[in-house]
């Protein structure tokens, strides 16, 4: 029964609940009345009863599934692909270590057009096109791999949000070289058209220096706090001067995170890996209230502002 309907929106359901009501005698007395013929004649009459209760009742439950398919549109179906290859060890080549591969495939979308650029969108090139100069498929990352050298120790993604036809993504790369080190790369789409979000259709384009003083305000005060937090064997006026010299603008604001509560803007300083552990979070959260003059009132994060049809209300 779909929610918020009365049983006598519905005539079949009507006529269910009121057969109910027949007592066990009252059917044992009105068997004993009637001869074989006539019951006969009934039973002919309740199954053709039956058949139309069916034809009644079909479509109201095809048309249930049809309105939580519709529901579900706002987002996409995501199943992983993975892949184990055997990489020959740095050290020995006769021996050799498994490296394991994650990644997304992605279905679901009504729009196909919007899935095909989903799909280029989150493609291999798409998204470590700066790190490989060949590869394109995970065919070509298992050849890559397989041959040995390549240093990568495992690839994956972890999904952060996928609802409201938004998709928040991390791809991230494990490799070992001098020191160990995690690439991660951050996308956020919208699935209307399968490509990431544009600041200038996110944000009140009238409104984006505002923004960008908000964000910076939270970075230096982040800042103050890891200055602050340094153990005393560190060389404090280079951390200084390392975060001095960062500059946060406008390009930075399309680098960020969806959440039902707000927007987490991220900035990665991309300290050396011996100090990368003292350099702030770079993670700015801001909340879908303070943020509510900010957002275009006809842009992918509409969904968020209150109104009194919304379903966040």
């Known amino acids: 029964m779909l929610m918020g309907r009365k049983p006598t929106d519905r005539p079949c359901e009507r006529w269910q609940v009121q057969l109910f009501f027949i007592s066990n005698s009252e059917v044992v007395h009105f068997l004993r009345k009637i001869n074989l013929n006539k019951m006969k004649n009934l039973l002919v009459i309740v199954a053709l009863g039956l058949v139309v209760m069916a034809v009644f009742v079909q479509p109201s439950r095809s048309n249930e599934l049809a309105e939580n ?67 394109e498929s995970l065919d070509d990352l298992r050849k890559l791999i397989s041959e040995g050298n390549s240093g990568i120790v495992s690839i994956g993604f972890d999904v952060n949000y996928n609802q409201h036809s938004l998709l928040d993504i991390n791809f991230w790369m494990e490799t070992m070289g001098a020191y160990p080190n995690t690439v991660v790369v951050h996308r956020i789409i919208n699935l209307k058209t399968g490509e990431p979000l544009k600041t200038a259709k996110v944000f009140n384009e009238s409104m984006l220096n505002k923004l960008l003083a908000k964000v910076i305000k939270l970075k230096e005060a982040e800042e103050k706090e890891t200055i602050k937090d340094l153990e005393p064997e560190v060389d404090k006026e280079d951390i200084l001067d390392r975060l001095q010299r960062t500059k946060y603008d406008l390009k930075d604001l399309k680098n960020f995170e969806v959440s039902n509560k707000g927007v987490t803007f991220l900035y990665d300083y991309e300290f050396p890996h011996v100090i990368r552990a003292l350099q702030p979070n770079g993670r700015y959260f801001i909340s879908f209230e303070e943020l509510e003059s900010f957002i275009n009132p006809n842009g992918p994060l509409e969904i968020f502002l209150k109104k009194p049809s919304s379903p966040l209300d």
């Open 69 to 135: 398919k519709d529901v579900a549109e706002d987002k996409v179906v995501i199943t992983e692909d993975n892949l184990t290859v055997k990489a020959p060890t740095a050290y020995d080549p006769n021996k050799f270590e498994e490296v394991g591969i994650s990644w997304p495939k992605v279905s679901g979308l009504k729009d196909s057009q919007a899935l095909k650029k989903l799909e280029n969108t989150l493609s291999l090139k798409s998204i470590f096109g700066n790190i490989f100069d060949h590869e």
